[in-house]
């Protein structure tokens, strides 16, 4: 009997990308989560009632309707549905805009180290990615290679503003002189505005002025809903339109829907947390920078923190874990001497800077 020949799929693109889905090896009762840029104080008992209260027991049998939240998103940016789509968070909009406007070989650029998705998605779609890095010593953003980039024959530059872990921030004139460059020689620039919200500007009055411009914003950082998986793309309606060409029957499900419409609708629910996490955040870069280390941050959610050496920095880490205070560290270069944490309310970040300051040498 012939042996039957084993069908393989293969593919050149997809094949060579190894994925690992990260491990939840943290105490999320009793710990203190710093580590993925989520929401740090946890929501009071009684949020999913509130959230779920109004729904009819029929709807979760019926097919989304996402008429509720275009109309309760459109509101909340006080801008027209037709300039902007809904997706599944940021990396769900890079993979749209990839897939959409890109081929196998494109030229695209983006700041590294920054999210890691612009460099998975580019080894995926195997594109020719052209990285604006940092000065390894003082950790100062080469944006002068922007300007050379986009005069290089790039399609897309993914910008995020601001940057994480090393927060870099682009001013709005800064922005409009990339856009107008960028219009000038063809290219596609997509702002990452995932920190919004913390003290950073936004490009997004810039979308009526700019065809070439797309703005992605996400609900995970600012309204604290990482688990929803619920993000957005601006721009203008010729290229939303493209965009919106290219979805799924329905953008995201009627769980998450709903989750985000409570909260649009009870804004001040996120601006409140929104203003502890400034609070907490400016409180421990005060305190921290007095103990001599270095910290750069000011405009998001997090803070990146640089020790003197690597040896110093493992260390602080590893009494911090023991604490059950969960930060990231063991970086690459850059960033061996550093540790990223994420900010929440004074009390929690009161508690990190005691653990920090009574081990520090």
Known sequence: MKNKKKFVYESSSLSTAARVRIEENRDLKNGICLNRNERVEHYPKNILSSIFKN?????????????????????????????????????????????????????????????????VYSKIYKLNAKVIDYDNINLRLNKKKIYRLIRSGIKILFLPNPNQPIEDNFSLSEITKICKLCKKYKVLLVIDEAYYMFGSVTAIKLIKKFSNLLILR??????????????????????????????????????????????????????NYIQKVIKGRDYFKNNILKLGIKVIGGKSNFLLLQFDSRLTAMRIYSVLLKNKI??????????TNCILLTCGPRNIMRKVLNVIKNNIL
Do not use: H
Request: glycine share 6%; net charge positive; no cysteine.
């Open 55 to 119: 729904v009819k027991n029929y709807e979760l049998g019926l097919y989304p309707n996402q008429s509720r939240i275009y109309l309760a998103l459109e509101n909340f940016l006080k801008i027209k549905k037709k300039n902007f789509l809904l997706s599944s968070g940021i990396d769900g909009s890079l993979k749209s805009i990839i897939e959409i406007f890109l081929k196998q070989g494109d030229k695209v650029s983006f700041i590294e180290p920054s999210y890691a998705m612009y460099s």
């Open 218 to 271: 996400t609900f995970s950082k600012a309204f604290g809903l990482p688990s929803v998986r619920l993000g957005y793309i601006v721009g203008d309606e010729k290229i939303i339109s493209i965009l919106n060409s290219y979805r799924l029957s329905y953008e995201s499900n009627f769980l998450s829907d709903s989750a985000v419409i409570y909260f649009l609708k009870n804004i001040k629910l996120v601006k």
């Open 326 to 335: 969960y930060v990231k560290g063991n970086y690459s270069q850059p960033l």
